[in-house]
């Protein structure tokens, strides 16, 4: 990775046998595009170690944005968002040092959708693109972020769950798998959902809103309070 001080970048390519994206929703394509996300997390955790603390995040200050963007922005049920925010603005400094907390040895893909997935051959494994926000942190920040894109329409993911999808991979690439992942799960998954109206303004749509605000509410009970 360097050459007399000199850092050193490449550039790999890989032509594919496959035209163009093929991002059909299949219960194949998706447990495909989980496990592709696995063996990246297994090269890269085999190549370099995580030696660095994850990027810090002030929640409180994230769902303090949420409420004020109520006032701003077109969100369905703004009422009920703004009452179901200000009981999880009481228990986050919990919930956030409850997530600061987990076991950060994993680097994550960061950008994990269909569309940053090609098959290389049709029926064959998956290839991820877009390495550009790969970050130290737990795995289960990949799933996360792969599952929420499908809060509002989980049929698309043919009952697959995509956090214990990805814990099965990693089991069979002989990952390390610390911490509880159900409950670290759980606890990304409402930090995520508290900051959906700060972004309403920019993606997501109403389907998509009112399935945070459920998740989130149903959460709630569910997560650390002190």
Known sequence: DAINGYDLCWLVEERLEREG???????DAVE???????????AAHNAVRVTVPPQHKDWEALVAQSR???????????QHWNAVLKKFHKIVPAVARAWEARPATCWCHGDLHMGNAMQRTPGGRWVLLDLALMHPGHWVEDAVYFERQYWHRKADLNGVKPVSAMARARKRLDLPMPGDHSELANLRRALMASCVPAAARHEGSAAYCDSALALLERLIPLLPHH
């Open 21 to 27: 994206s093929n991002t059909a929703l299949t219960k």
């Open 32 to 42: 495909g595009v989980l496990t592709a996300a696995a063996e990246v997390q297994a």
């Open 68 to 78: 004020e963007a109520l006032d701003s922005v077109f969100i369905p049920q703004p």
